[in-house]
């Protein structure tokens, strides 16, 4: 069954502590990405990885940070976390004619 | 400006009624996708078109693409309260090598 796995699905931080957001698909797709949700604002892109070491910009990059060390894990790293990250955050996973998401983390910096 | 734009922004229709979600881009796409998100979850793939003129059902929905590939529609038949939720529709505009460009969303109730 074709899978996007994130962890956690809910976090309460402090601000200015690290933290990680992991992602993982089953589907061997090269093409993974990080969004975030905001109401009324939608679902924006953070960050996208076309592939193992090659990792691009999206729209809203500020403060995050990812890694794609492996074809299958793509983690989304806030190293110094700041309330206005609080979001409701979603990893996908792109083949030809399929995109699938994450359950979703919910974020909350306090 | 908003590449895509989706309409209507909300919905409120009884049950058993028809409706239409409208899903309109400023340039030609590639491929388009649906999506249905329960408030606060995932996002639940329902269907992708790539062809013009394409069409695609599932259980009661069904989706068009244009022939210019430029705008999609998304169609309910006799709606219940199980198609209540956010429809999402995403443009893919360079062949799946980027991530997907998603619209504001068309947030649907159903009710008795």
């Known amino acids: 069954e074709a899978q996007v796995t994130q962890n956690p699905r809910y976090l309460i931080t402090v601000t200015g502590k690290k933290l990680t957001v992991t992602c993982s698909q089953n589907?061997?797709?090269?093409?993974m990405s990080w969004y975030r949700q905001d109401p009324g604002l939608g679902l924006r892109q953070i960050y996208y990885?076309?592939?193992?070491?090659?990792?691009d910009k999206g729209d809203v990059p500020e403060g995050y940070k990812v890694s794609r060390k492996e074809k299958r894990n793509f983690p989304l790293i806030l190293e110094s976390p700041s309330p206005n990250q609080t979001s409701l955050y979603f990893c996908a996973s792109t083949g030809r004619a399929e995109a699938f998401f994450g359950q979703g983390t919910r974020l909350t910096v306090v | 400006s908003q590449e895509l734009e989706q309409s209507p922004q909300s919905l409120i229709v009884q049950e058993g009624k028809n409706l239409t979600i409208n899903c309109t881009s400023s340039?030609?796409?590639?491929?388009l996708y649906w999506y249905k998100q329960k408030y606060g979850e995932g996002l639940i793939f329902l269907m992708m078109l790539q062809k013009g003129g394409e069409e695609k059902s599932h259980e009661k929905i069904t989706a068009k693409l244009d022939e210019k590939k430029q705008q999609s529609s998304l169609h309910i038949t006799a709606s219940q309260p199980s198609h209540a939720g956010i429809y999402l529709c995403g443009a893919d505009y360079y062949s799946g090598n980027t991530p997907l460009v998603f619209g504001k969303g068309t947030r649907l109730s159903v009710i008795a």
């Open positions: 589907m061997n797709h090269e093409y």
């Open positions: 340039k030609t796409l590639y491929g």
């Open positions: 990885s076309m592939n193992v070491e090659v990792t």
